[in-house]
């Protein structure tokens, strides 16, 4: 990491290091995928500083990152401090390599990259954390999902650990996921289907987590690992791979606004999944590195459709 960690064991004073990477990050850019939305009690920006817990092997952490011109200051606090403070490279993009990636043939993408030469693929290493969330987003409104996301990690996380902002909560572990009872669900307005399928994947988190590191369950088989569950499709398979892996060719598969803004940006016109598949087929390998410079260009095509209708399932 080039950087010295300071370890104290009060409860109070946390682990600290400070992370020069080789080449520029940007940490808004990078980590702008953490949020699941505004009402995420597991993730805080705060001026220049993101606070974040995760639930780690070694029990919860909270881990602040703050842009020191050049170099990242992070700050942890927690049973899980140490492991939260290692992960720090590569949660910032150190194994992301854009080197092999020419957009050169695409004047609005080599733009985007030229503007944010900091923008990394971050890599969490908690796949539950990632792949549970991304069920509960499953055939509802992204609205509707981060509230539900946000009553559950608030009834049912840790409080965070060390002087995080208020309200800031740990996603509960597997265990305590699954001893949730099937009225909490319905109270937090998760339906009976998304329920079984967090419950599911709760029951083999351990087995999941050892994609991580495995160089053999890296990508595309972390992401083939994961569809073999019940419910879990490409769309879910993907937005997990993206966050815990840092899979570049993840294409979330199945996403209600994606192949409109891909297919906008890249020709000037809206297409399906098909249409998506086929643009992105000339950087295969690198594909999730093109649609975040997609989103990033802050292109769109105009909005026709309605929206979509949020679903309250606690008054079912």
Not at 169 to 191: F, L, N
Not at 231 to 260: C, F, K, M, N
Request: hydrophobic share 40%; aromatic share 6%.
């Amino acid at each position: 990491m080039g950087a010295e960690v300071v370890v104290d064991a009060s409860a109070t004073s946390p682990l600290t290091t400070r992370y020069a990477p080789r080449d520029p990050v940007d940490l808004a850019a990078t980590l702008a995928p953490l949020a699941r939305g505004p009402y995420d009690p597991t993730t805080r920006w705060d001026g220049g500083s993101l606070w974040r817990t995760f639930h780690t092997p070694d029990g919860p952490a909270t881990l602040r990152l703050s842009d020191g011109r050049g170099v990242v200051d992070a700050a942890a606090w927690g049973p899980g401090a140490e492991w939260a403070i290692d992960g720090v490279p590569e949660l910032l993009g150190a194994r992301d390599d854009w080197s092999g990636l020419d957009v050169r043939r695409h004047r609005l993408l080599a733009e985007v990259r030229r503007r944010t030469p900091g923008m990394r693929l971050m890599r969490t290493r908690r796949v539950f954390e990632s792949l549970m969330p991304a069920i509960i987003e499953q055939r509802v409104t992204s609205i509707d999902a981060y509230r539900c996301w946000s009553r559950v990690v608030t009834r049912f996380g840790e409080s965070a650990p060390g002087p995080a902002p208020g309200g800031m909560r740990v996603c509960p572990d597997p265990a305590r996921v699954r001893g949730i009872p099937s009225w909490q669900w319905h109270v937090a307005g998760i339906d009976p289907g998304r329920a079984r399928t967090v419950l599911g994947v709760a029951a083999v988190a351990a087995t999941l987590e050892r994609t991580v590191g495995d160089e053999r369950a890296e990508g595309g088989a972390a992401r083939a690992a994961l569809r073999s569950l019940p419910g879990i499709g490409v769309w879910t398979a993907a937005e997990t791979a993206q966050r815990a892996h840092g899979d570049p060719d993840a294409v979330s598969v199945g996403d209600y606004g994606l192949p409109g803004i891909v297919g906008y940006a890249l020709t000037g016109r809206a297409v399906d999944d098909d249409g998506m598949l086929d643009l992105l087929e000339p950087w295969r390998g690198q594909r999730q590195r093109v649609v975040r410079l997609v989103l990033a260009s802050g292109v769109m095509p105009p909005r026709r459709a309605p929206r979509a209708r949020i679903e309250d399932h606690r008054r079912r």
